[in-house]
């Protein structure tokens, strides 16, 4: 396999009639999966999602892909194909759009009808939205491409065969093989053989279960086990979900309605997504089991359940905001049952353990992946990308979706198929592969770093902001102020010292005064002393007062004011 190296160059210009694919997303990591391919100057992208915040990242709400690459060249983009309407494939297109509002976008109808309420908040005029279906091929000059259906944890999945004059890629997307999908909808096993037949030099294969073997399960066996659970819960009921995973909710709905509970909705987006969804056919909603959250707190706890967002524990979704007490509808205690009807995306064990011990520590039963089967993944496991394999026969594999480990095991199944290891590459976020004569090849690392959205900022958050916020919410905050007057050499006022988010007493620093006084007035009374030398020598002294003392290092902001 080729297994990359961070110290690459940058990529040299691209030849004609070359296929250069550069993933600015998704490599790495799950979420903000984004892949632009280039031939002959014009551009394609697939997919543009966002990737959501861990602990170590403080105040930040998304994560996008890096446009840089690409920003100065929009106008050679000639189209966007979204594979499925999940936010880490769709959650940056707006963020895409204000650079330019008019690419065309593909996607599935679902897909695009998700797209559009959030094209809709951020006012942007997007009348470029197409639909396509299973089976059906665009053109756009340079390229061409098809797209098949796949079954995923969302209705509506695609994968596409992209052609250029350099060779063929198939893109799977988000996928699994499901013999027996809610919707009916199979992964297009005999379209994936014809491209293999026709000759596919590139396979870009989902790894997200690369590393689990066999199968996964059918969503049809967790509708029984959601009935049962919801059948011998007493009290309410919350199920957390993807807010987009409308087989899930379907399932709800009718465990909800065997046993006699209506289900109200919690959450922006849930409440969105699945009134899409029912308006366009793919949720089915039995008669009189909706209700309202008004409706539902009316009704006696076994007669209600709600649906809810926050499996992942974001912490301002409504799951988080119940289990620290904080909701404003909806309270969990004993007798009342929880159940967590989502995959535990890696990343965010952290969160979600906080959420679950939130929520027992109320005195609900928590019942989840772990305890019962109350959820199967979207992604094929590593049988069914071995079928995939030996079904495509690839010339050039490139696993995409997933963390390093993830990536390196999808290649490794790859090479068990009889894959030329040569021909397996693992990549990462930026590195450019160039496609030619059916070899793929790196052909260096373009720079791709992460890009904050904060609030109404986009990218204006550092690496050493966030460091900084870490510190601040882990190690506290000391600040000294002081007046000087350098030409008399005399201190004028303080230092006065204040600690924020340190559990000590202000009379603490009472200790360190006269060090920090001894400290100010021989940086005063040195020869060319400046403001900023006073600081340096508060900030030392302190420094290694709060290490030894506190054991805390926290961010110390010494101001010295020079009287004229």
Not at 130 to 152: I, M
Not at 160 to 175: C, K, S
Not at 306 to 319: I, K
Request: glycine share 10%; net charge negative; hydrophobic share 45%.
């Amino acid at each position: 396999m080729m297994s990359l190296l961070s110290e690459l160059p940058e990529p040299g210009p691209l030849k004609p009639d070359t296929l250069r694919i550069t993933p600015l997303g998704g490599l790495g990591e799950i979420g903000r999966n984004m892949t632009v391919f280039e031939i002959n100057s014009k551009l394609l992208i697939v997919d543009c999602g966002v990737l959501f915040p861990e602990e170590q990242q403080p105040g930040v709400d998304l994560i996008l892909p890096d446009f840089t690459a690409i920003e100065d060249r929009l106008d050679d983009v000639v189209g966007m194909l979204l594979t499925h309407g999940h936010e880490d494939h769709i959650g940056a297109v707006p963020y895409l759009l204000k650079l330019r509002p008019d690419i065309p976008i593909y996607g599935s109808e679902l897909t695009l009808a998700f797209v559009k309420p959030k094209l809709d908040e951020h006012r942007i005029a997007n009348t470029n939205l197409n639909v396509v279906e299973d089976g059906q091929k665009v053109d756009l000059g340079e390229f061409s491409f098809e797209v098949v259906a796949v079954t995923h944890s969302i209705p509506d999945a695609l994968a596409g065969m992209i052609r250029t004059r350099a060779g063929n890629v198939l893109i799977t997307g988000d996928f699994k093989m499901d013999q027996l999908p809610l919707d009916g909808r199979l992964t297009d096993l005999r379209a994936f053989a014809r491209f293999g037949e026709e000759g596919v030099d590139l396979f870009m294969v989902d790894s997200t279960n690369a590393e689990v073997p066999g199968f996964v399960t059918p969503e049809r066996e967790i509708g029984p086990v959601l009935n049962r659970v919801v059948a011998a819960s007493t009290g309410q009921i919350v199920v957390a979900s993807f807010a987009s995973h409308v087989h899930r909710v379907q399932q709800v709905f009718a465990a909800a309605q065997l046993s006699g509970r209506k289900v109200a909705l919690i959450g922006r987006s849930m409440e969105r997504n699945m009134r899409i969804a029912q308006e366009l056919g793919y949720l089915e909603i039995p008669q009189d089991v909706l209700v309202s959250q008004r409706e539902a707190a009316q009704l006696p706890a076994n007669e209600r359940l709600y649906m809810a967002t926050g499996s992942q524990g974001e912490p301002m979704a409504a799951l988080a905001r119940i289990a620290n007490g904080e909701h404003r509808t909806v309270e969990v205690g004993e007798g009342d049952t929880v159940i967590f009807a989502s995959s535990l995306i890696p990343g965010n064990e952290n969160s979600v353990y906080r959420v679950i011990n939130g929520l027992t520590r109320l005195g609900a039963q928590v019942v989840h992946q772990a305890n019962a089967k109350v959820h199967v993944s979207g992604h094929a496991a590593a049988g069914e990308l071995l079928y995939c394999y030996n079904i495509v026969q690839p010339q050039n594999v490139m696993p995409i979706h997933g963390e390093v480990r993830h990536l390196v095991a999808n290649g490794e199944l790859a090479e068990k198929t009889g894959v030329d290891p040569r021909g397996i590459i693992l990549a990462q976020d930026g590195v450019a592969v160039d496609l030619a004569n059916g070899r793929a090849q790196i052909a260096g690392l373009q720079p791709c770093e992460y890009v904050y959205v904060d609030g109404d900022s986009i990218g204006e958050i550092s690496e050493e902001e966030l460091q900084d916020r870490l510190v601040l919410g882990s190690e506290g905050f000391i600040a000294i102020y002081a007046v000087v007057d350098l030409e008399m050499e005399r201190i004028m006022s303080g230092p006065t010292v204040r600690g924020v988010g340190l559990a000590e007493s202000p009379e603490v620093y009472e200790q360190i005064q006269p060090d920090l006084e001894d400290a100010l007035a021989a940086a005063v009374a040195k020869k060319g002393a400046t403001a900023y030398s006073c600081q340096q020598a508060m900030r030392r002294v302190m420094g290694r007062w709060a290490a030894r003392k506190l054991r805390r290092r926290p961010m110390i902001v010494p101001v010295v004011v020079v009287e004229e």
